[in-house]
C-alpha cells in the first residue's frame, strides 16, 4: 500500500526563549486500514494546548510535532470494512484517534479517561502517557490524516463547516461538565474566562437554560459576553461584586489556561456546588482552602475533552442551536503569528486556518 504525501506544518524542536517556530515540513501518511477512512483537511482549530504543546510546557513533546486536533475535512478513501461513512462525506476528528478500547471506561463510553497502559492515543503527539517507545502522532496542521472510523464524527448539514473545527475541542470540553454535573433549566452556572474554551461554555450553558454569569478580569470582554448570551458580567477584581455572589452558583467552570489561585471561586459556590477546571493542567497558584470547601459541602474537580459520543452530541446540539465558535481564518503561512497573538490574548476567540493555503503552497 502507497504512503500518502502530505504538507505540513510543524515544530523540530523546542525554543520555549524566542517562541517554537512551525515550519513547513513533508510527511507521509500511511494508506487507510480495513476500519479506516482517509480525509483531505479543510480547516484546523488552533487550540491554546497547540501553543503548550510546541513550546513543551506539560515536559511530555515528542519532536517533531505537528499539532492540531479540532479538524473538518472530507473523507476521499474509506478502508473495506469502513460503514458509517463513504467518499464525499463532511466529517471532523477531535482530541483522540485511539484508547485501549477494553478498560472499563472506554467500554462506558468515556473513552477520554481510557485507564489502558498508555492511556488514549492524541491526535497528534503520540500517547497521553508516553510509554518510552517515541510513538507519535501527526496532527491537523497538514492537509490529510487516517483515523479509525469510530473515532471519527459526522458534520451535521446546519452547521457551517468553516466555523465547526472548535466545536470538537473547546465545544466538548465545556459541554462534558456541564452534562456531567446536570445543568438543567435555571440553574445557576458561571464560566471563569472568556476566551477559546469560554466563549463556548457561556452559549451552551445558555442553550441549557441556564442563569449565565461570566466572570472575567477584564471590563472589555463585559460587551462580548453579554453579546453570547451572558445574562451578568462579574469582573473579578470587583471585591464588592465577588462579595455579593458568594453562595451563588450551584456549577462553576473555569477556562482559564495558566495557574491562578482558586480560592476566590469556592467562595462563589452554593452547598453542594462544583467548581471545575477545564483549562489548566497543572497545580493552582495557592494551595485550595479546604475550609471553604468542607463548610459548605463544595466540590473542586476537573474535566478533560470528552467522550466521542459527546462530541457527536455537542456538534448535533450546536446544530440544534444555531450556537457556532466566533473565529478568525488565517492562512497556514501566518500560524506563527497566531501563536503570539495567543501569548497576547489578542484572538476573539478562536483561530481557524483554511488548509487551502497549505494545499496551494509549492
Same mark, same amino acid.
Given at each position: 500500500?502507497?504512503?500518502?504525501?502530505?504538507?505540513?506544518?510543524?515544530?523540530?524542536?523546542?525554543?520555549?526563549?524566542?517562541?517554537?517556530?512551525?515550519?513547513?515540513?513533508?510527511?507521509?501518511?500511511?494508506?487507510?486500514?480495513?476500519?479506516?477512512?482517509?480525509?483531505?483537511?479543510?480547516?484546523?482549530?488552533?487550540?491554546?494546548?497547540?501553543?503548550?504543546?510546541?513550546?513543551?510546557?506539560?515536559?511530555?513533546?515528542?519532536?517533531?510535532?505537528?499539532?492540531?486536533?479540532?479538524?473538518?475535512?472530507?473523507?476521499?478513501?474509506?478502508?473495506?470494512?469502513?460503514?458509517?461513512?463513504?467518499?464525499?462525506?463532511?466529517?471532523?476528528?477531535?482530541?483522540?484517534?485511539?484508547?485501549?478500547?477494553?478498560?472499563?471506561?472506554?467500554?462506558?463510553?468515556?473513552?477520554?479517561?481510557?485507564?489502558?497502559?498508555?492511556?488514549?492515543?492524541?491526535?497528534?503527539?503520540?500517547?497521553?502517557?508516553?510509554?518510552?517507545?517515541?510513538?507519535?502522532?501527526?496532527?491537523?496542521?497538514?492537509?490529510?490524516?487516517?483515523?479509525?472510523?469510530?473515532?471519527?464524527?459526522?458534520?451535521?448539514?446546519?452547521?457551517?463547516?468553516?466555523?465547526?473545527?472548535?466545536?470538537?475541542?473547546?465545544?466538548?470540553?465545556?459541554?462534558?461538565?456541564?452534562?456531567?454535573?446536570?445543568?438543567?433549566?435555571?440553574?445557576?452556572? /458561571?464560566?471563569?474566562?472568556? =476566551?477559546?474554551?469560554?466563549?463556548?461554555?457561556?452559549?451552551?450553558? $445558555? @442553550? !441549557?437554560? &441556564? %442563569?449565565?454569569?461570566?466572570?472575567?478580569?477584564?471590563?472589555?470582554?463585559?460587551? /462580548?459576553?453579554?453579546?453570547? =448570551?451572558?445574562?451578568?458580567?462579574?469582573?473579578?477584581?470587583?471585591? $464588592? @461584586? !465577588?462579595? &455579593? %455572589?458568594?453562595?451563588?452558583?450551584?456549577?462553576?467552570?473555569?477556562?482559564?489556561?495558566?495557574?491562578?489561585?482558586?480560592?476566590?471561586?469556592?467562595?462563589?459556590?452554593?452547598?453542594?456546588?462544583?467548581?471545575?477546571?477545564?483549562?489548566?493542567?497543572?497545580?493552582?497558584?495557592?494551595?485550595?482552602?479546604?475550609?471553604?470547601?468542607?463548610?459548605?459541602?463544595?466540590?473542586?474537580?476537573?474535566?478533560?475533552?470528552?467522550?466521542?459520543?459527546?462530541?457527536?452530541?455537542?456538534?448535533?446540539?450546536?446544530?440544534?442551536?444555531?450556537?457556532?465558535?466566533?473565529?478568525?481564518?488565517?492562512?497556514?503561512?501566518?500560524?506563527?503569528?497566531?501563536?503570539?497573538?495567543?501569548?497576547?490574548?489578542?484572538?476573539?476567540?478562536?483561530?481557524?486556518?483554511?488548509?487551502?493555503?497549505?494545499?496551494?503552497?509549492?
Amino acid at each position: 500500500m502507497e504512503a500518502i504525501k502530505t504538507k505540513a506544518y510543524g515544530a523540530k524542536a523546542s525554543l520555549i526563549d524566542s517562541l517554537s517556530r512551525l515550519s513547513r515540513m513533508d510527511i507521509e501518511r500511511k494508506a487507510p486500514r480495513e476500519d479506516e477512512v482517509l480525509i483531505d483537511i479543510l480547516y484546523c482549530g488552533v487550540c491554546h494546548s497547540d501553543l503548550h504543546q510546541v513550546r513543551n510546557d506539560w515536559a511530555n513533546t515528542i519532536y517533531p510535532c505537528i499539532p492540531g486536533h479540532e479538524i473538518v475535512g472530507r473523507v476521499t478513501q474509506a478502508g473495506s470494512g469502513v460503514t458509517k461513512y463513504k467518499v464525499g462525506d463532511v466529517v471532523g476528528v477531535g482530541c483522540m484517534v485511539d484508547s485501549c478500547g477494553q478498560c472499563t471506561s472506554c467500554t462506558g463510553g468515556d473513552e477520554q479517561y481510557c485507564e489502558g497502559p498508555v492511556s488514549w492515543t492524541a491526535t497528534y503527539n503520540g500517547y497521553m502517557k508516553p510509554d518510552g517507545s517515541g510513538y507519535n502522532t501527526f496532527g491537523g496542521y497538514s492537509t490529510s490524516i487516517v483515523v479509525k472510523e469510530s473515532f471519527v464524527l459526522r458534520i451535521p448539514d446546519k452547521l457551517d463547516i468553516s466555523k465547526a473545527a472548535p466545536i470538537m475541542c473547546a465545544g466538548v470540553t465545556t459541554y462534558s461538565p456541564l452534562r456531567h454535573w446536570n445543568t438543567q433549566p435555571g440553574d445557576k452556572v /458561571a464560566v471563569v474566562g472568556i =476566551g477559546g474554551l469560554g466563549h463556548m461554555a457561556i452559549q451552551l450553558a $445558555k @442553550a !441549557m437554560g &441556564a %442563569h449565565v454569569t461570566a466572570i472575567t478580569h477584564s471590563e472589555d470582554k463585559r460587551a /462580548a459576553a453579554e453579546a453570547l =448570551g451572558a445574562d451578568e458580567v462579574l469582573i473579578e477584581s470587583d471585591k $464588592k @461584586a !465577588m462579595e &455579593a %455572589h458568594q453562595l451563588a452558583f450551584k456549577l462553576i467552570l473555569s477556562t482559564i489556561p495558566d495557574k491562578f489561585d482558586i480560592n476566590p471561586y469556592v467562595s462563589l459556590l452554593q452547598r453542594d456546588g462544583a467548581l471545575v477546571v477545564v483549562g489548566v493542567l497543572g497545580p493552582f497558584k495557592s494551595p485550595t482552602n479546604n475550609m471553604e470547601v468542607a463548610f459548605h459541602r463544595r466540590s473542586v474537580g476537573a474535566s478533560i475533552i470528552g467522550s466521542i459520543a459527546e462530541t457527536q452530541e455537542v456538534l448535533d446540539f450546536c446544530a440544534e442551536h444555531a450556537i457556532a465558535p466566533e473565529v478568525e481564518m488565517i492562512a497556514m503561512q501566518d500560524i506563527n503569528k497566531a501563536f503570539s497573538r495567543m501569548l497576547d490574548n489578542d484572538v476573539k476567540f478562536r483561530f481557524v486556518i483554511d488548509m487551502q493555503s497549505l494545499k496551494d503552497e509549492s
